[in-house]
């Protein structure tokens, strides 16, 4: 593992990305501690604190995993990588019902960036939206329950507009860093950016446990956290291994084909996604009922009572459900087994015993929907084992090795580990998975 890390320094091509995401990672986190214009700061951490120990912990702790604790903070990168992540879904499940964005899905690359230029615009806009949210929450005092000191220094108008001009402008940067690590450095830039703020909170939450809970339960804590990470990478790394026939055939006087290979199908074909998207589906409803706190009615209570807690039975399971039907969703329109089937009858592809055309399309169908269910429940209890287990050890609100952490963090590990591996076997280095 050290060696494979030397070799990656060694290589000039490779430091400089590695060295590129770090820089961009730098400057990721310095926007998320740089309050913007108007914010009390101290009233701002006194209420903080406050909050944490009131009965809106829960939320507040799930807002920290998706904001690396800018959003409580009111930070210029207050809204992180959030409204991209919203409008990604939206714009996902309009691909499979507007006719004109599944036409531009088919164009390749061309439709693929008109996709990602839409997916732009409407981040900014959910973007304006969130913001504006946010901001009349702390201009009312309603954004950080049970304290009463203002969080800005002035309520006017002119603070208003401000505040949510650069909460946006933040975002639009957030977008922007994100695809400059896709173009220059290793991996995927918003999922890494996602990693950054999961893992920004990381440290304080562990400790934490130990303080409040002691050494024993701290210990349990690392226990468990360690035998979750061991399963996820297990699982992650499982594929069932379809093989392919190529048949030989002659263009001109040459021989082509005759070749076999495999179509590799991953137990967890969808990724970190599903969990990503059932997390803010329910982050969705808790933010909004901060909007009427003050005078709450028989939805808003129900809300609080059945969904913000994370430790309610109906969280839970409307957790695992969701987990459920987006790894469904998301696989389906990930991978396609009528385009697969007629591809490999295009080019003379076959896998043995079935015939090619319709069969195929089955047999992949069949796989594929035999392969996603364990996925889907894997997924599904990765998320919630950690949350019935450390409720029962009374250290939930602080755990960092959540279900979604845990996720997201090895999930893009993984992912970004094996890409440096390939570029490093490209130039005949040893990787980092022996």
Not at 52 to 78: C, D, M, P, R
Not at 96 to 108: F, M, N, S, T
Not at 392 to 417: E, H, K, R, W, Y
């Amino acid at each position: 593992m050290l060696s494979a890390f030397v070799n990656a320094f060694r290589t000039p091509d490779l430091r400089r990305k590695l060295l590129f995401v770090l820089m961009i990672i730098v400057i990721f986190r310095a926007g998320s501690q740089i309050p913007a214009p108007g914010v009390h700061v101290s009233n701002v951490e006194k209420c903080i604190d406050i909050a944490k120990e009131g009965e809106n912990a829960g939320l507040y702790s799930l807002v920290n995993l998706f904001s690396g604790g800018a959003l409580l903070q009111l930070t210029i990168f207050a809204l992180g990588i959030m409204p991209y992540i919203t409008a990604s879904i939206i714009l996902q499940l309009l691909v499979v019902v507007i006719p004109r964005l599944e036409a531009l899905k088919k164009e390749g690359q061309a439709g693929q960036t008109k996709i990602t230029q839409y997916t732009r615009y409407l981040t900014l806009g959910l973007a304006v939206l969130q913001a504006t949210g946010i901001v009349a929450l702390a201009r009312t005092g309603n954004l950080l329950q049970g304290c009463e000191e203002p969080l800005l220094h002035s309520d006017n108008t002119k603070t208003f507009l401000v505040m949510v001009v650069t909460m946006t402008a933040g975002t639009a940067v957030i977008m922007w860093l994100g695809e400059l690590i896709t173009e220059r450095g290793v991996g995927n830039g918003m999922s890494i950016l996602i990693f950054t703020q999961v893992v920004a909170t990381f440290p304080i939450s562990l400790w934490q446990v130990k303080i409040t809970q002691g050494w024993w339960t701290f210990g349990v804590v690392i226990a468990i956290g360690m035998a979750l990470i061991a399963a996820v990478i297990f699982i992650e790394q499982a594929q069932r291994r379809i093989p392919v026939q190529y048949a030989r055939r002659m263009v001109g006087r040459k021989m082509f084909g005759g070749s076999s290979t495999y179509i590799p199908l991953k137990v967890n074909q969808a990724g970190i996604i599903p969990v990503i998207f059932a997390s803010s589906l329910l982050y969705l409803p808790a933010m909004a009922v901060q909007f009427n706190q003050q005078n709450p009615n028989k939805v808003i209570r129900w809300v609080n009572e059945y969904l913000v807690d994370q430790s309610h039975p109906i969280h839970m399971a409307a957790y695992f459900l969701l987990i459920i039907f987006f790894t469904y969703f998301y696989v389906s329109i990930t991978f396609n087994p009528q385009e697969v089937a007629d591809n490999m009858k295009k080019y003379g592809g076959f896998i043995p015993g079935i015939r090619a055309g319709k069969p195929t399309q089955d047999y992949l169908s069949y796989v594929l929907s035999r392969i996603t269910l364990p996925g889907s429940l894997y997924l599904g209890l990765i998320s919630l084992v950690p949350l019935i287990a450390f409720v029962l050890i009374d250290a939930n609100q602080n755990f960092p090795f959540g279900g979604t952490s845990i996720l997201i963090m090895v999930g893009v590990a993984l992912d970004t580990v094996k890409q440096i591996e390939s570029q490093l076997q490209q130039r005949n280095y040893e990787g980092f998975l022996r």
